[in-house]
């Protein structure tokens, strides 16, 4: 039987082994995947010893040991190299390890499965860590007409434009997003999950927006949603549908098997409410 994991600390919230049985499931695979709890300092061997049963084939990787999974593969994966983090390693027939960053591909299936056109369109981006950087280079790809990221520090969004994005990201200070007329506005940053706004939600800045994109999930409509919605934003998205389009990447990579998402996302959707 093929053997895969999901690796964190904590780890016991993760639907990811729900979500790749119901694949499993649905592509004739039988696999077994199970939640590994590492330490911070045991992540490596733990890892390691993981894959020295033979029939363990890949796992993924989430908070906090993205970094610590960077270190030990080998990453062609543009959005990993970007992000310098990966979500997904995968055992090579010589025993290495592959890493791949899913989120950012997740994040733009999502968008375009509820009907989004993202060529074209004005992408707005809050937050300039891991999260962000992991999806500059997938956004790009699919055709947006212009890339702008903004954050709370901005040296740190300067950062990120310089070192991602073949010079095709700007930045903007939070201030001032309006002056960009974004037409979505995906937030990367955590602030929901304490009930906090990334930035000012204000009808100036929401006035060209047609669509946000929170990447956390929470059983009710996100705050950062909420105050999209109010602002009269027709089409809010959280990140249940990037969790599972990540996962249905991986899970491709590691089956060559492209796995239906749409059963599954209602599924969870159920299973969080
Ligand atoms: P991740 O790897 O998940 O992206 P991270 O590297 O800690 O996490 O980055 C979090 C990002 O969210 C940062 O850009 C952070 O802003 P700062 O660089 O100014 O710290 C942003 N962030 C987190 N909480 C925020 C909040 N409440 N309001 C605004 N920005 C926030």
Redesign the pocket.
């Known amino acids: 039987m093929k053997k895969f994991a999901v690796f964190g600390n904590p780890i016991a919230q993760s639907l990811s082994p729900s979500i790749h049985q119901m694949f499993a499931e649905q592509c004739g695979e039988l696999i077994t995947y199970s939640k590994i709890l590492a330490s911070e300092e045991g992540f490596a061997e733990a890892v390691h010893t993981f894959f020295s049963d033979p029939d363990a084939m890949g796992c993924n990787v989430t908070?906090p040991f993205?970094q610590q999974a960077y270190a030990l593969a080998k990453v062609d994966d543009q959005a990993a190299q970007d992000a310098k983090?990966v979500n997904t390693l995968m055992r090579n027939h010589d025993g290495t390890l592959s890493g791949f960053n899913t989120d950012g591909i997740g994040l733009v299936n999502d968008l375009l499965n509820h009907g989004v056109t993202l060529t074209g369109a004005r992408v707005l981006l809050?937050?300039?860590?891991?999260?962000?950087?992991g999806v500059i280079s997938p956004l790009l790809q699919a055709g947006v007409g212009a890339l702008c990221i903004t954050?709370?520090?901005v040296a740190?969004?300067e950062r990120v434009a310089e070192e991602t994005g073949s010079g095709q990201v700007s930045v903007i200070a939070p201030e001032s997003c309006a002056e960009f007329k974004p037409t979505v506005i995906i937030n990367?940053?955590?602030?929901s999950l304490?009930g906090?706004?990334?930035?000012a939600m204000t009808s100036e800045l929401l006035a060209s927006c047609h669509t946000t994109y929170d990447m956390v999930y929470t059983a009710t409509t996100t705050p950062f949603n909420e105050a999209a919605e109010k602002g009269g934003v027709p089409t809010t998205l959280d990140g249940l549908g990037m969790l599972v389009e990540q996962a249905a990447a991986a899970f491709a990579i590691w089956t060559g098997k492209q796995p239906a998402t749409k059963a599954v996302l209602t599924a969870l959707r159920k299973q969080i409410t």
């Open positions: 908070m993205k983090v809050i937050g300039a860590g891991g999260a962000a950087r954050n709370r520090t740190k969004a990367s940053t955590a602030a304490s906090g706004l990334p930035l």
